[in-house]
Structures are given as C-alpha cells and as structure tokens.
C-alpha cells in the first residue's frame, strides 16, 4: 500500500519545474539512509540477540521523524492542479 501512497504525496509536494529531480534526490536519499539501517541496527545489537532494544530505538525515532515530516507537511487536496507546489507555507 506504501507504494501507491508516497509517489502521489511527494509528486504534490513540489513545483512542476523540479518535480521529476526533487522526488528523485529525495527518494535516493531516503533510500541511502534507510539501507544502513540493519548495519547500524546489528552493529548495536551484537552478538546478544535478547539486547533488541536499540534497533527498537532506531525504529522508534524513525518513525517519529516521518510523522512529523508528514505532519509539517503542506495539504493540497483543494489546491488546483496547475498551483500544486507553486505556494510556499
């Protein structure tokens, strides 16, 4: 379901001029910082499988940091489709 939601959300989220480049450099960079995610995830684990809790922590804060990117973001469900990214907040 993610994958049907965010490529609407974050086409919205910029104007015409830069939208193909910025959901690009955007989406890349999530990418690149979720993809060390399990290196960091293990390296602070180690080698005691019961010691989950700081994976549980990176988990928990990155899902803080997406609610509120979600949060603070701007609605544009009124706004009409040639304006869409054209005001800023």
Request: aromatic share 12%.
């Amino acid at each position: 379901m993610s994958n049907a939601i965010y490529p609407a959300w974050f086409s919205e989220l910029f104007n015409v001029k830069v939208r193909y480049s910025g959901m690009a450099i955007g989406l890349q960079i999530g990418i690149l910082c979720a993809g060390f995610t399990p290196l960091l995830g293990t390296a602070l684990v180690g080698a005691d499988k019961a010691n989950w809790g700081p994976a549980a922590w990176i988990v928990a804060g990155s899902s803080i940091l997406a609610v509120a990117g979600a949060w603070w973001a701007r609605e544009t469900a009124k706004t009409p489709l040639r304006e869409l990214g054209n005001h800023v907040r």
